[in-house]
């Protein structure tokens, strides 16, 4: 009996426990910012006050209100630990100017990007290179690493929410760069803040064998001065905390500039139409209380409300208005994303500086336009989802060993010793070696040293020329493969329709010189020599085949569309002249060829539709390009056919026949009419679209009782 009632009260227990919360975080569920007057903990969850010589921690600060270990597992938390391949995202970018590396890098194993590993860089080795544009965090950063290795000494880059958070200008990103280059991660988020100075380095220390030495060293080698007049009466410290980040946190790793001889001065450069119009970054890119961002991909969470699509076509949230896209083929939406036209600068000879290839935010007298890597925005790429759309694009240059195809990075920390006796460079590889002597002379010697035939073959990856030895130990350049190359999404600035691409003409990109079929991409000066420019065909070879042989023909669109509209006057006003007299001709050779002619269009053009009409897409590639000819002659050879009639004598059946088949074939042309117009928004053009596949169908079906009884063709 005592066990039945045992196991009944455990029973019971389990079940109220099922039933409570999880945990009991403090909550204030109001549409007010709650005040944040809190008090200080440090790492070790003792209370900080003015005489304390330790930094705070935010875990703990905030941990006993917010459930910390969730937030960690955001987007941006644990961008330093991430394993998954973020889709289209902005890699970190790996420099060094003695050995002229200049490499994408990203924890995540995406194509085209190295691990930090390949490159010698631990996980204390990235965070101390990369830390100036991360918000720290991350599972693996609070927990075992800070207890082994140089996390020992350093301890965690904490997840800071102040970077994001703080409402004002107060959380300083050049002094949390600096305290990490120190190698103070624990110490970055007060230095950060200000509420403390804090005095010394850790950089070059030994790592001590255990935590209580470690905790010595500290204490020696770094001093924490507290400001007493942050605190208040009761030890609180005032927080100016926001919960919608403002824009200024999201640019500080997300806000590009414009540099390049057509770039516009910095204060003339575009800002974002939806910024302009009142929006904050977080209107868009949102998230709960995991900080999971929604990113406005296609078929990512969240991207079905909050995209441009979720918003200006279908919820109209906060005002968005509703494009018309008036005279734009479907098959523009199909294979172009928005951004494709609405984003990015105008002008190819713009190239971008970025926060994390370039620095920026981090104060710096040396900067300038050249600044490696140079990051070109193709004005189409094809990215995650398939469709074209805008990307960042930089040639990387670095040394690698070949085997057969393969490249794989070598660490300039781990050749340094080797490359510095053959090349000899001081600074920097680009301005040390630019004679082209020189620079032909040293990277032979330095290809040399580092060649191993078990390890394989030394290359240097410079742009988009790979520099070999070649059999008689000369320097040899071969041209890069573009897979090579790091590329990632553009999706900002957007700008307005009015200076959206195709605003001024379809001419911008179907014209031979347009950046659609004739994109450049600058490479770096890595050789001696002025800046490279490389072609870039954005899409795949057959479509640019196609667009290109279209290209070639544009100037004739303006003729095609006269002769078009003028046919299907005609044809209007012979079909209505056919009710009367129309002209008779004896059944002859001329009369016969006019009706062989349409015909033969009519069933070449079903041939080039057919695959497209039955899938329900629009037609599109070589298909759309001989359609369009066809069309014009099959309308001409209506208009002839309907003017010219043979002399022989119809039955009834064969004059109804005739009369309809021709009646739909009116309304063929009309439709066709109206989707080279500038009249009709998707809609109508959809409706249009089909009016013509339908009534293209009717022409058939009234014509059958002529084809079958050759009555149309042949008479007799």
């Given at each position: 009996m005592?066990r ?12 109220l ?41 935010p ?15 955001g987007?941006?938390?644990?961008a330093?630990i ?6 289209d ?28 590993e ?21 599972e693996?950063l609070?927990?075992a690493?800070?207890?082994r290795?140089?996390?020992l000494l ?15 200008a107060r ?30 380095s850790?950089?070059g ?23 007493p ?6 030890g609180?410290?005032?927080f ?23 770039a ?25 209380l ?21 918003c200006h076509?279908e ?17 523009h ?10 984003a ?9 500086q ?64 080797t490359?510095?006796r053959a ?20 990277m ?5 040293a580092?060649?191993?035939?078990e ?23 071969d ?19 009015r ?9 911008e ?5 347009s950046n659609?079929?004739a ?5 770096d ?5 002025s ?26 669109r303006r003729?095609f ?10 044809v209007?006003?012979?079909?209505i ?10 059944s002859?050779?001329p ?6 002619i349409?015909l033969?269009?009519?069933?070449l053009?079903?041939?080039t539709?057919?695959?497209s ?8 590639g070589i ?5 369009m ?26 004059r ?42 009717a ?13 149309y063709?042949?008479?007799?």
């Amino acid at each position: 009996m005592k066990r039945v009632v045992s196991l009944l009260i455990a029973l019971f227990g389990l079940t109220l426990g099922a039933l409570a919360p999880a945990q009991n975080y403090k909550r204030a569920d109001s549409r007010k910012p709650y005040v944040h007057r809190i008090p200080l903990f440090d790492v070790a969850g003792r209370s900080i006050g003015a005489n304390s010589h330790e930094p705070y921690s935010p875990r703990k600060t905030c941990g006993p209100c917010h459930d910390v270990p969730v937030i960690e597992q955001g987007l941006h938390s644990d961008a330093a630990i991430r394993k998954d391949p973020l889709r289209d995202g902005e890699p970190w970018v790996f420099r060094d100017s003695r050995t002229g590396t200049v490499i994408p890098v990203s924890p995540d194993k995406r194509p085209g990007v190295f691990e930090p590993e390949a490159l010698g860089l631990d996980p204390h080795a990235f965070l101390r290179t990369f830390g100036s544009h991360l918000v720290g965090g991350g599972e693996t950063l609070v927990g075992a690493p800070a207890e082994r290795g140089r996390f020992l000494l350093t301890g965690s880059l904490e997840l800071d929410c102040m970077a994001c958070h703080e409402a004002g200008a107060r959380w300083d990103q050049g002094a949390w760069a600096k305290a990490i280059h120190k190698d103070l991660l624990r110490w970055a988020p007060t230095a950060a803040m200000g509420f403390a100075s804090v005095e010394g380095s850790l950089k070059g220390k030994p790592v001590p064998g255990t935590k209580k030495e470690a905790l010595d060293v500290t204490a020696r080698a770094v001093r924490v001065l507290w400001r007493p007049e942050i605190f208040d009466q009761d030890g609180k410290v005032f927080f100016d905390v926001v919960r919608k980040a403002p824009d200024a946190a999201c640019q500080a790793c997300h806000g590009d500039l414009e540099v390049g001889p057509e770039a516009p001065a910095r204060h003339l450069q575009a800002e974002d139409v939806h910024a302009s119009a009142g929006l904050s970054c977080v209107d868009c890119h949102r998230s709960g209380l995991d900080h999971e961002m929604i990113r406005g991909l296609r078929g990512s969470p969240g991207a079905d409300e909050f995209s441009c699509a979720g918003c200006h076509l279908e919820s109209g949230r906060l005002g968005a208005p509703r494009p018309r896209h008036v005279g734009f083929p479907a098959l523009h939406f199909d294979h172009l994303s928005c951004t494709a036209c609405h984003a990015g600068p105008t002008s190819p000879r713009v190239h971008l500086q970025t926060p994390r290839a370039h620095g920026l935010g981090i104060a710096s007298q040396d900067r300038s336009e050249d600044d490696p890597p140079r990051v070109s925005t193709l004005l189409l790429s094809r990215l995650g989802d398939g469709r074209l759309a805008p990307a960042k694009v930089f040639w990387p240059s670095f040394w690698a060993r070949r085997k057969g195809e393969v490249l794989t990075p070598l660490a300039p920390s781990a050749i340094s010793r080797t490359l510095r006796r053959a090349l000899r460079v001081r600074k920097s590889l680009r301005s040390e070696m630019s004679d082209p002597r020189v620079f032909q002379e040293r990277m032979t010697k330095a290809l040399a040293a580092l060649s191993s035939p078990e390890e394989g073959e030394a290359v240097f990856v410079a742009g988009n020329r790979i520099l070999s030895l070649g059999p008689d130990g000369t320097l040899r350049s071969d041209a890069a493969d573009r897979e090579l190359t790091a590329r990632w999404s553009l999706g900002h600035p957007v700008r307005p329709a009015r200076q959206a691409l195709g605003a001024h003409g379809c001419e911008e990109c179907h014209e031979g010189g347009s950046n659609l079929l004739a994109a450049r991409v600058e490479v770096d000066r890595t050789v001696p020599g002025s800046i490279l420019v490389t072609r870039w065909a954005p899409l795949d070879v057959d479509t640019t085949t196609g667009l290109g042989r279209m290209a070639r023909t544009w100037r004739l669109r303006r003729l095609f569309k006269w002769l078009l509209w003028a046919g299907g006057a005609l044809v209007t006003v012979v079909l209505i002249a056919a009710l009367g007299r129309p002209l008779r001709l004896p059944s002859s050779g001329p009369v016969l060829l006019l009706r062989a002619i349409f015909l033969l269009t009519t069933g070449l053009l079903v041939g080039t539709s057919f695959t497209s009409w039955w899938r329900g897409e629009a037609i599109s590639g070589i298909p759309l390009l001989a359609h369009m000819p066809l069309g014009l002659i099959w309308i001409w050879s209506l208009v002839a056919n309907l003017a010219v009639r043979s002399a022989e004598v119809d039955s009834r059946l064969v004059r109804v026949s005739r009369f309809l088949m021709f009646l739909a074939a009116w309304a063929t042309t009309v439709a066709a009419l109206g989707l080279f117009t500038a009249w009709f928004d998707q809609e109508g053009m959809a409706i249009l679209l089909r009016i013509h596949r339908w009534a293209s169908l009717a022409a058939g079906a009234a014509g059958l009782p002529l084809w079958l009884r050759l009555r149309y063709l042949n008479p007799a």
